[in-house]
C-alpha cells in the first residue's frame, strides 16, 4: 500500500531554500572566520581556536535544550516554525557582529567582541533555527519518501549556496573596498539575503495537527521530560549517538577542506584555484542529491546505500592524497569530485534516517522526540564546524604560521598538507565504519515485528 502524501512540490522547494539561509551563515563563518580574523584583523590563529573551542564547551546544553522546547511548545503556527523564524533574527545580527571587529578595539576587546558575538551565534541563535528547521521533516509529513525528497531538495540549495559562496565571497569583498569595512559589507548583504530566504522558507510549510503526528501511535505518552530526562532519551539510542558522531566529523571533515584556501595560497600558490575545487566538491554532491531519491526506492532503503556511497567517497579521498603527491592539480579536482559525489547520498538522506531514529526512540521508549532528536544536527554543525575551525587554529600556530609572510616555513607547508590531504582520509574511514553500523532500518523493522500478535 502506498503511503499517503502531504506535501506538493512548491512545499519541498519552499522547504529546501531554507538551507539557502542556513549556509549563508554556515558557509561564510567556516570557509572565511579564520581567514578575516588572521589576515585582516591580525589575531593569533591559536588563540582564536582556543576561544572557539570554549564556545564549542555551551553548545550541547543549548542543542538539548532548544530541541526539547521546540518539542513543548504550542502555537498556531505549530512547534518548529516560530523558532525558525525568530531565531534567525539573531542569527543575521550576530553574523554581522563576528565579522565587524572594530579596529579602534584593544586586542584584547577584540578577542573578547569575537567571542561573544560567536557564541551567541552558534550556541543560541543557530542552535535554535537549524534544529527547528530539521524537525520539520518530521513535522510537515510522516511520508518516508517525501523526507528523503526534502532532504535532496534541501542539501541541494545548500551545497548551491556554499558553491557560491565559496567562489565568490574573496572578490566580492575586494569589490566592496577589501580590507575590514568590505567584510563587514559582504556580512551585512549575506545577513539581510539570509533572513528573507528564511522567512520565506518557513512561511512555505505547515506543520501536521498533533493527532494527525500521532494516529498511529495511539499508547503514545505526553511528551513531559525535563532537560536531563531529553538527554537520557537521546543518549539511550545508539542511533542517535552514531548520528551525532557522524555529523561531527563530518563537520570537521568539511572544514578542513575549508581552509583549502591556505592550501591553495601558500602550497599552491594560487588562491583561485579554491572556487574550482569548490566546484568540484558541490557540482557532483549536487548530481547526487538530485538521484538520491530514486537510488534509495531503487535500493529499497538508506543502510547500504549510504554504506556504499562513503566507501566511494574514502577511495576518492585517498586518491586525491596520491595524485598530490603526485603533483597533478587536474587529478586531484576529478578524485575530489568522485569522493564527494560518493558522500552526496548520505547528505540527501540523513533526515531520513534521523526520523527513523526518532521512531526507534518512539517503540523503544513510547516517547516522540523529534525536535530533541534532530538536536543532533545542530549539535553536529556547530560543534563539528566549531572544533574543525578550532583545530586549524591549533594546527596553524603550532606550525608556525605568519600571515605577515608570503612564502610560509616548511613547517607550516608540511602541516597545510596534513590538514588538508590526510586528515580528512582518517575521517572518510571512521564514518564508513559508522555507515556499517547504523542500520536503523532494520532495527525498527524488528521492533515492529517484535510487537505484531502471532497469527495461527
Given at each position: 500500500?502506498?503511503?499517503?502524501?502531504?506535501?506538493?512540490?512548491?512545499?519541498?522547494?519552499?522547504?529546501?531554500?531554507?538551507?539557502?539561509?542556513?549556509?549563508?551563515?554556515?558557509?561564510?563563518?567556516?570557509?572565511?572566520?579564520?581567514?578575516?580574523?588572521?589576515?585582516?584583523?591580525?589575531?593569533?590563529?591559536?588563540?582564536?581556536?582556543?576561544?572557539?573551542?570554549?564556545?564549542?564547551?555551551?553548545?550541547?546544553?543549548?542543542?538539548?535544550?532548544?530541541?526539547?522546547?521546540?518539542?513543548?511548545?504550542?502555537?498556531?503556527?505549530?512547534?518548529?516554525?516560530?523558532?525558525?523564524?525568530?531565531?534567525?533574527?539573531?542569527?543575521?545580527?550576530?553574523?554581522?557582529?563576528?565579522?565587524?571587529?572594530?579596529?579602534?578595539?584593544?586586542?584584547?576587546?577584540?578577542?573578547?567582541?569575537?567571542?561573544?558575538?560567536?557564541?551567541?551565534?552558534?550556541?543560541?541563535?543557530?542552535?535554535?533555527?537549524?534544529?527547528?528547521?530539521?524537525?520539520?521533516?518530521?513535522?510537515?509529513?510522516?511520508?518516508?519518501?517525501?523526507?528523503?525528497?526534502?532532504?535532496?531538495?534541501?542539501?541541494?540549495?545548500?551545497?548551491?549556496?556554499?558553491?557560491?559562496?565559496?567562489?565568490?565571497?574573496?572578490?566580492?569583498?575586494?569589490?566592496?573596498?577589501?580590507?575590514?569595512?568590505?567584510?563587514?559589507?559582504?556580512?551585512?548583504?549575506?545577513?539581510?539575503?539570509?533572513?528573507?530566504?528564511?522567512t520565506v522558507s518557513a512561511l512555505s510549510v505547515k506543520e501536521l495537527p498533533e493527532?494527525?503526528?500521532?494516529?498511529?501511535?495511539?499508547?503514545?505518552?505526553?511528551?513531559?521530560?525535563?532537560?536531563?530526562?531529553?538527554?537520557?532519551?537521546?543518549?539511550?539510542?545508539?542511533?542517535?549517538?552514531?548520528?551525532?558522531?557522524?555529523?561531527?566529523?563530518?563537520?570537521?571533515?568539511?572544514?578542513?577542506?575549508?581552509?583549502?584556501?591556505?592550501?591553495?595560497?601558500?602550497?599552491?600558490?594560487?588562491?583561485?584555484?579554491?572556487?574550482?575545487?569548490?566546484?568540484?566538491?558541490?557540482?557532483?554532491?549536487?548530481?547526487?542529491?538530485?538521484?538520491?531519491?530514486?537510488?534509495?526506492?531503487?535500493?529499497?532503503?538508506?543502510?547500504?546505500?549510504?554504506?556504499?556511497?562513503?566507501?566511494?567517497?574514502?577511495?576518492?579521498?585517498?586518491?586525491?592524497?596520491?595524485?598530490?603527491?603526485?603533483?597533478?592539480?587536474?587529478?586531484?579536482?576529478?578524485?575530489?569530485?568522485?569522493?564527494?559525489?560518493?558522500?552526496?547520498?548520505?547528505?540527501?538522506?540523513?533526515?531520513?534516517?534521523?526520523?527513523?531514529?526518532?521512531?526507534?526512540?518512539?517503540?523503544?521508549?513510547?516517547?516522540?522526540?523529534?525536535?530533541?532528536?534532530?538536536?543532533?544536527?545542530?549539535?553536529?554543525?556547530?560543534?563539528?564546524?566549531?572544533?574543525?575551525?578550532?583545530?586549524?587554529?591549533?594546527?596553524?600556530?603550532?606550525?608556525?604560521?605568519?600571515?605577515?609572510?608570503?612564502?610560509?616555513?616548511?613547517?607550516?607547508?608540511?602541516?597545510?598538507?596534513?590538514?588538508?590531504?590526510?586528515?580528512?582520509?582518517?575521517?572518510?574511514?571512521?564514518?564508513?565504519?559508522?555507515?556499517?553500523?547504523?542500520?536503523?532500518?532494520?532495527?525498527?523493522?524488528?521492533?515492529?515485528?517484535?510487537?505484531?500478535?502471532?497469527?495461527?
Amino acid at each position: 500500500m502506498e503511503e499517503k502524501r502531504y506535501l506538493k512540490w512548491y512545499n519541498k522547494v519552499g522547504y529546501g531554500s531554507g538551507d539557502v539561509a542556513g549556509n549563508v551563515v554556515y558557509a561564510f563563518l567556516s570557509t572565511f572566520v579564520m581567514l578575516y580574523l588572521t589576515n585582516t584583523v591580525g589575531l593569533n590563529p591559536g588563540i582564536v581556536g582556543t576561544l572557539i573551542a570554549v564556545s564549542k564547551l555551551f553548545d550541547g546544553v543549548t542543542d538539548i535544550f532548544f530541541g526539547s522546547m521546540i518539542d513543548k511548545t504550542k502555537t498556531k503556527m505549530g512547534k518548529a516554525k516560530p523558532w525558525m523564524l525568530y531565531g534567525y533574527i539573531g542569527c543575521a545580527v550576530t553574523l554581522i557582529g563576528v565579522f565587524a571587529i572594530p579596529e579602534s578595539l584593544g586586542q584584547t576587546a577584540q578577542y573578547a567582541w569575537f567571542f561573544i558575538a560567536y557564541s551567541l551565534l552558534n550556541a543560541v541563535f543557530y542552535t535554535a533555527n537549524n534544529i527547528a528547521y530539521s524537525a520539520l521533516t518530521a513535522l510537515i509529513t510522516k511520508n518516508s519518501k517525501e523526507r528523503v525528497e526534502m532532504g535532496s531538495y534541501r542539501f541541494i540549495f545548500a551545497f548551491s549556496t556554499s558553491l557560491l559562496i565559496q567562489s565568490v565571497t574573496i572578490k566580492f569583498v575586494e569589490i566592496m573596498g577589501g580590507g575590514a569595512a568590505g567584510w563587514r559589507i559582504v556580512a551585512i548583504i549575506y545577513a539581510i539575503i539570509g533572513l528573507i530566504i528564511n522567512t520565506v522558507s518557513a512561511l512555505s510549510v505547515k506543520e501536521l495537527p498533533e493527532e494527525v503526528l500521532n494516529e498511529d501511535a495511539s499508547s503514545a505518552v505526553d511528551e513531559k521530560y525535563s532537560l536531563i530526562e531529553a538527554a537520557k532519551l537521546l543518549f539511550s539510542n545508539r542511533f542517535y549517538i552514531m548520528i551525532c558522531v557522524t555529523y561531527i566529523l563530518q563537520q570537521i571533515y568539511s572544514a578542513m577542506l575549508s581552509m583549502g584556501i591556505y592550501y591553495m595560497m601558500y602550497v599552491l600558490k594560487n588562491e583561485d584555484l579554491f572556487p574550482v575545487f569548490s566546484w568540484a566538491i558541490n557540482i557532483p554532491l549536487i548530481i547526487a542529491l538530485v538521484i538520491t531519491p530514486s537510488l534509495v526506492a531503487k535500493w529499497k532503503g538508506l543502510y547500504k546505500l549510504n554504506l556504499v556511497g562513503y566507501t566511494i567517497g574514502t577511495i576518492g579521498r585517498t586518491l586525491v592524497v596520491v595524485a598530490a603527491y603526485m603533483g597533478s592539480v587536474p587529478l586531484m579536482i576529478a578524485f575530489t569530485a568522485v569522493a564527494a559525489f560518493g558522500m552526496g547520498p548520505w547528505q540527501g538522506d540523513m533526515n531520513a534516517v534521523i526520523a527513523n531514529c526518532s521512531e526507534y526512540t518512539y517503540l523503544t521508549k513510547h516517547k516522540r522526540v523529534d525536535g530533541t532528536m534532530y538536536s543532533c544536527t545542530s549539535l553536529g554543525v556547530k560543534l563539528g564546524g566549531g572544533l574543525g575551525t578550532a583545530i586549524t587554529g591549533w594546527l596553524l600556530e603550532f606550525s608556525h604560521f605568519n600571515s605577515s609572510l608570503a612564502v610560509q616555513p616548511d613547517s607550516c607547508l608540511s602541516m597545510l598538507h596534513t590538514m588538508y590531504l590526510w586528515l580528512p582520509v582518517v575521517i572518510c574511514v571512521i564514518i564508513t565504519f559508522i555507515m556499517s553500523q547504523m542500520n536503523v532500518e532494520k532495527a525498527n523493522e524488528e521492533l515492529k515485528n517484535s510487537k505484531m500478535p502471532e497469527t495461527k
